[in-house]
């Protein structure tokens, strides 16, 4: 159950799809195109998940964002779909190291991304 009581998020609620796992990773892509270039802004947030006093609501707590945007050639757009919010869930393990390696430049690190992001290459359609 999720705590909304306004009901004034929309969409998704990590806390319910992913009810197994004390937190989830968001990897947000937004694709802007004008016509002799694109922007593409990656951010990637991880969200945890708290109980309530033992109610059995969750609520989520989001942690600070990674940011990064590059400024790319028409001929890659294929290669960076708009394809806004992907979550994605890590071991324990695999949690600590990616926080510690993770900064602005490795957000555009295909190689280092899909080392942790389970079908980075499908869902991203990176070549």
Known sequence: MVFDSQQIS??????EVFPDYNFVYRFHQCVNQSDTFFDVYRSL???????????????????NSTINMQ??????????PDCRDQYF?????????????????????????SSYIKDYYTIFNID
Do not use: C
Not at 71 to 80: N, S, Y
Not at 99 to 111: K, V
């Open 45 to 63: 947030k991880r969200i945890s998940f708290e109980e309530i006093n033992n109610t059995g609501v969750r609520v989520s707590r989001s942690g």
């Open 71 to 80: 400024e790319l050639a028409l001929q890659q757009i294929a290669k960076f």
């Open 89 to 113: 869930v890590l071991s324990d393990f695999d949690d600590e190291q990616f926080m510690r390696e993770l900064n602005e430049e490795r957000l555009f690190n295909h190689e280092w991304l």
């Open 10 to 15: 929309e969409g998704l609620y990590p806390e």
